[in-house]
């Protein structure tokens, strides 16, 4: 893997705090085994092999700190920073903000993509297109139709919102700062970022089946196939 060493003021956060009950694997499931590795580490591959970023942040369970610099030193070839998670979410993305805040202040961070450790293939190709529209608008987010339903008069389309989701630094630390004077908690970054920079252009980037969450345990299945598929590529 390659280190990205030049200041490309693009810092890329993981989100693994997680219990995954529904998963049933009684652990949290970032640390499933998947390709002879932990799970939570195959994020850190994409994002490293795009070579967009110069700082990695891991958000994980207080309890989980120790055991993850384990295994981040074993299959990650750069520095990441641990940061102790929050009992939701919303709670997480609050304190590794709070922990970039002097970058972020400073200027030497001008954009934040934040992603779930739980979507291990999220590939170069997507955290590409994600960063570029970001970089141009002032956020980007992947998105999946679902469905298009057929009213009387109009058609409405539903979609799924995926990660990684990337926004200008500033805007975002703001945002969640806003959020907690008003105890407000979004269900992910975008329904934040939406509340209090409204007219902050998003643009919506196509994302792929391919990345998926995993939730329950034929997910990690199907992710184990398309990893030892030799005809899959991320790329």
């Not at 640390?31 to 590795?37: A, C, K």
């Not at 055991?67 to 990441?80: D, M, T």
């Not at 590794?96 to 954009?111: D, M, N, Q, R, T």
């Amino acid at each position: 893997m390659k280190f990205n060493r030049h200041q490309t003021g693009r810092t890329a956060v993981v989100l693994a705090a997680g219990s995954g009950t529904r998963l049933g694997a009684g652990t949290n499931k970032v640390w499933l085994p998947l390709g002879g590795r932990e799970l939570a580490t195959w994020s850190f591959q994409w994002l490293i092999e795009s070579e967009l970023f110069d700082r990695y942040v891991l958000v994980v369970h207080q309890s989980e700190r120790e055991f993850a610099r384990e295994i981040f030193a074993k299959h990650v070839s750069v520095p990441v920073d641990i940061v102790d998670g929050g009992a939701t979410r919303h709670a997480s993305e609050s304190r590794a903000l709070e922990f970039l805040a002097p970058s972020i202040e400073s200027g030497a961070c001008k954009l934040v993509l934040i992603h779930d450790g739980a979507r291990p293939l999220a590939g170069p190709t997507l955290i590409k297109k994600i960063v570029q529209a970001a970089e141009n608008n002032g956020g980007a987010l992947p998105y999946l139709e679902t469905a298009v339903l057929h009213g009387s008069s109009s058609e409405a389309e539903i979609v799924r919102v995926q990660t990684p989701q990337v926004f200008k630094a500033r805007e975002i630390l703001d945002a969640y700062r806003k959020a907690g004077v008003e105890n407000f908690e979004g269900s992910d970054t975008s329904m934040t970022m939406e509340k209090y920079y409204p007219d902050l252009k998003v643009e919506c980037v196509r994302g792929t089946a391919l990345n998926i969450k995993v939730t329950y345990p034929q997910d990690l299945v199907m992710v184990e196939h398309l990893l030892a598929s030799n005809s899959y590529s991320l790329k």
